[in-house]
């Protein structure tokens, strides 16, 4: 509460708030005022400014929260979700990043649209711009909400109106150049908190091996068995990938910052950075969870990091530090997500509808829309009281139900040339379909509404098994439609020029161009890292 508060720490959240408005302010001044300066950044983005901006953009309070709730409830386990988003952040630097940067696309449903048709394209676009309403800025503002009113006893609906007023100013003045120089800054902010935090947090328990013996043996083993209702090894390895492929390759919020780089090489490094910063949060952000259950048995859930920070293990000054580190996390996201629905909106639904407006009436549509969007996300605010706990979780399993089509039409339709229009739409709308009746078949049961015993049986699946069900569902659609509507006019189907093959052949080899030779060290490090985790605690 305040009393834990002290003036300093009040000052430095002060001043933190002031800095990242200064920022945004300066930087929208410097930048033109084109489609590409407002949406893109002008396409002029280097690789360190890349990495540092997805991870922001990635990072947000429902990982501070909800990651920590996790690690609190079932141990180092959760971090499976960050570390398979390495190997796909990976993937995604030295396949896809080239693919649309060639393409020469805006958005990921002008991919789709290059690739498939206009259908496919729109549908993408208004699926994209609900899913941030749902997943991003609600959980966003209550995991935020829940740790101010822990601390301040500031109301969720106070606390979620002030943020998204303050982020949504800078947003829409600046656009993707005021999103992307603040999320540099707060990404070094998060990530000096959340090392604080566990450093002190670590301190107080005695060290590692202090924490190890405060808890059970099973919190520090990450592989559970395949009949663990949330974490089973089979769903981690083959059913968590696909929601992170999704999420990394496919989705127009991370995409943003990829279509921004001046390079592919910047792109390519840029992601490997990503993947690089994404193995930390196991380390500052799982384990604080462990260290608050450890500290205070009684934590329950996504109480664990507000018990933590309430607490008393963080000097005076210290603590203003940690939370300007999670105000960073949120207004990060939340500045990234107002972008990329204003940039949504004006490239997939204003411009094709109105193909002769200049720059400055496609820079106006974007600061109205990114306004529409900032008053929707205060309307909304009544809406983040419905998630439940262990948001972590309902995150990632809202995402299972719905990325597999996405992921699905995506990786065959350009690994294969012949996979027709019709077939992708088709599998989209239905994929789509099935993964909602999942959801909404989870939140009746949640809300009591009903209790039929398919039903139930139906909502028991795990979400990772269930990924992977729809994930093979949706590929077996594809090709029983594309075979069945087969048309022989190829070329209408495929106006992309540059596909998964050629981004293969066009990697240079390692000891011919030096360029990418950072790229390939980077890669390797990576995986040594990941591969030494695993055997640390499997």
Known sequence: MLDNFSILDVL?????????LVIAFYSSRKKEKDFSGYFLSGKNVGWIAIGMSIFATNISSEHFIG?????????LAVAQFELMAIFILILLGWFIAPIYLKSGVTTVPELFEKRFDSRSRKFLAGLSIGIYFLTKITVTLLAGGILFYKMFGLSIYTFAILIILVTGVYTIIGGATAVLKTQVVQAFILIFGAVLLTAFGLYEVGGYSGLKAKLPADYFSMFKPITDPDFP???IIFGAPIIAFWYWCTDQYIIQRILGAKSIEDARRGSLLAALLKILPLFILVVPGLIAFALFPEVVGDEAYPALLSSNILPIGIKGLVVAGLLSAIMSSLSGVFNTI??????DFYLPRNPEANERKLVLAGRLATTFVVVAAILCVPLVKAINSQMYLFLQSTQAFISPPIAAVFIFGLLFKKISSRAAFITLIAGEVIGLSRFATDLLINLGYVNHPLLLAYSSINFLHFAIFLFLTCATLLFLINFITHSKNIKEMNHLDYSVRESILEIPPFNKISSSR????????????IIGVWSLWS
């Open 233 to 235: 090894w089979t769903g």
């Open 12 to 20: 430095i959240l002060i001043f933190y708030v002031v800095t990242i």
């Open 518 to 529: 950072t790229s390939f060290i980077m890669s390797g490090f990576i995986l040594l890292i």
């Open 342 to 347: 204003a940039t949504l909106f004006v490239n």
């Open 67 to 75: 990651l920590a709730g996790s690690g609190a409830t079932r141990g």
